[in-house]
């Protein structure tokens, strides 16, 4: 049967001298004051409507701005701008207590050893745009916009403590990179991994990891799983994302970091933002090393080379359809700039076997071009162009697999491309989605067992990359998946997207097992989780001169 929809009248309230105000939030009221109703204003007024409709009270905040408001049986919540959350009682909207204030914009998380910064009065606070409450456990749930996560004891809100905190990107992430603990003296723990996002950040995490008083990286009393925040721009001025707020606007301007890699020897990481420009930091203490003003438009991939080529390179990509090559020895000074693409160039990769260096690239004139690497006489290298494989539609990704004799590609065709690098020429082509969207990002698994494939349908398809068949099928993100990476050992796969948001995804044991036996077959070191301790300290030595033996005086 066929229900009819009842509608539902209201009345306006009678606002009186309050009428020219802008309202950002409403709630009724809980227990004995379930007949009155609050509301907050723009201008930071907390508002008391009495059964009748009538505006019968109102409390000035003393904040810049009200957002949002959260009513229980003997509280009323208000979340207003600079973090301020103030409580007030509801019966007569009598002020009792102040929380807390959270972290300071820009703050150096591995540098906060104790919560003395959450209550120092300072400026420069994220504002509050939501609040939930459980009345049963007595837990106050804050969040601000900068997309950080607070919860609070407040069994007594005349002493509120944290009980919890999480520090998040607050805008679109546009790549994840995970740190591959190579060599005897890695920089990061072990399972770390970092993000890039349009809000000037670059922020390193770790998941596998127990709090270690020995290692600087897990002192941090605002999150657990983040270990450090880079700060692109000193001026933060897009570390807080304004169209949470109400009335608040939805701008995409053209900041933030685009896309990074970390070096092979795990020392370095190069970082291209939308503006065009190449920053290089040194990942011992994240200090920017160098800047280099590469492209006139935002760059779209930057790519390292196999130090066993003799030669380190980095490769950069970019929307003015150039890529520059650099040499990272030499102070990352401009080797060489290739222009034969015609459009953007999404993606470029360096591959090197049997004693060639290449260079593969692709974009949005729908052509894969091969370039090889020629040594001059000086001993530097210059790429020449020697293959083009014409497409018919735009080229999103590219990924190399471990054998290095495989390339392929994801498009607007839906379609995954597999090319013979050596030959040049693509051998395969495999349906990729069976909806309706385009194949944006592609990477292979440590062993090249599966490819993940992020499709502008917001999903993740997991395919067996030699048989071209889709084994799985996830989704969750809310916005376009951006990024991609399977972890070292072979269980997770780490997903962002432009919601903000990072997803961890377990693997199937049967995946893990025939990712770590094929790795097995390849030769390829399997970095032990051991591999764990890192001590990322400042220290200065002072070696004072010693003092000789009698019978070397002699010798002075």
């Known amino acids: 049967q066929n229900i009819p929809i009842a509608p539902i009248t209201g009345r306006s309230g009678i606002l009186g001298d309050q009428r020219n105000n802008c309202f950002t939030d409403v709630m009724c009221g809980r227990g004995k004051n379930s007949s009155f109703t609050y509301c907050v204003t723009k201008s930071g007024l907390l508002c008391l409507f009495s059964e009748k409709r009538i505006l019968d009270k109102w409390v000035q905040l003393k904040a810049g701005c009200t957002n949002c408001l959260v009513v229980t049986e003997k509280h009323i919540y208000c979340g207003c701008s600079d973090g301020i959350i103030r409580v007030f009682n509801p019966s007569e909207i009598k002020f009792l207590a102040t929380l807390p204030l959270p972290h300071k914009l ?20 994220p504002d509050v745009v939501a609040l939930a409450v459980d009345e049963h456990s007595f837990i106050l749930s804050s969040v601000y916009n900068d997309h950080s996560l607070y919860i609070w004891d407040i069994h007594d809100v005349h002493n509120v403590h944290k009980l919890n905190s999480f520090l998040y990107h607050s805008a679109c992430i546009w790549g994840v990179e995970t740190y591959k603990c190579s060599g005897d003296d890695p920089f990061l723990p072990y399972g770390s991994f970092l993000t890039c996002s349009s809000d000037d950040t670059i922020r390193i995490w770790n998941m596998d990891q127990e709090p270690n008083e020995s290692n600087v990286y897990f002192k941090n009393v605002y999150s657990k799983e983040l270990l450090k925040i880079v700060y692109i721009d000193e001026g933060l001025s897009n570390l807080q994302d304004t169209s949470m707020t109400p009335l608040g606007k939805d701008t995409d301007s053209k900041n933030g970091v685009r896309c990074m890699q970390i070096s092979p020897n795990g020392h370095l990481c190069a970082a291209g933002d939308r503006s065009g420009n ?8 994240f200090d920017e090393i160098y800047r280099i003003d590469a492209h006139e438009s935002e760059i779209l991939c930057v790519e390292f080379s196999d130090p066993k080529s003799d030669f380190e390179l980095l490769a950069t990509s970019s929307r003015d359809r150039l890529v520059h090559i650099f040499d990272v020895r030499n102070k990352f000074n401009l080797l060489q700039t290739i ?31 091969f370039h090889t690497g020629q040594t001059n006489s000086n001993g530097s290298i210059t790429f020449i162009r020697n293959t ?10 590219m990924g190399i697999d471990p054998t290095r004799k495989l390339a392929a590609t994801v498009g607007q065709d839906r379609n995954m491309r597999i090319y013979d690098i050596q030959g ?17 990002k592609l990477q292979l698994d440590p062993s090249g067992v599966y490819a993940a494939i992020s499709c502008s349908d917001k999903t993740i398809s997991i ?22 990476q399977f972890t070292s050992d072979g269980k997770r796969l780490i997903s962002v997207a432009g919601d903000g948001c990072i997803f961890i995804w377990k693997l199937p ?21 051991e591999c764990d301790e890192v001590d ?14 009698d019978d070397e005086s002699k010798f002075k």
């Open 106 to 125: 820009g703050i150096n998380v591995c540098g906060s050893k104790n919560q003395e910064n959450i209550t120092v009065q300072l400026k420069n606070y």
């Open 278 to 285: 190449l920053r290089i930091y040194n990942l011992e203490f």
């Open 339 to 369: 222009d034969d693409h015609s459009s953007s160039i999404t993606a470029v990769r360096f591959n090197y076997d049997l004693d060639v260096l290449q260079l593969l690239s692709c974009g949005a004139d729908k052509v894969v071009m």
């Open 463 to 484: 395919y067996d990359f030699s048989r071209g068949e889709c084994e799985s099928v996830i989704l969750g993100h809310s916005e376009l998946v951006t990024g991609l």
């Open 388 to 397: 083009i494989v014409p497409g018919k539609s735009t080229l999103y990704d």
């Open 509 to 529: 044991t049967v995946f893990t097992e025939n990712i770590l036996n094929r790795l097995e077959e390849l030769e390829i070191p399997f970095i032990p989780r």
């Open 424 to 440: 040049a020429k693509q051998i395969q082509c495999f349906k990729g989605s069976q909806n309706e969207g385009n194949l944006i």
């Open 536 to 549: 990322t300290h400042r220290k200065t030595f002072i070696i004072s001169s010693p003092t000789l033996p």
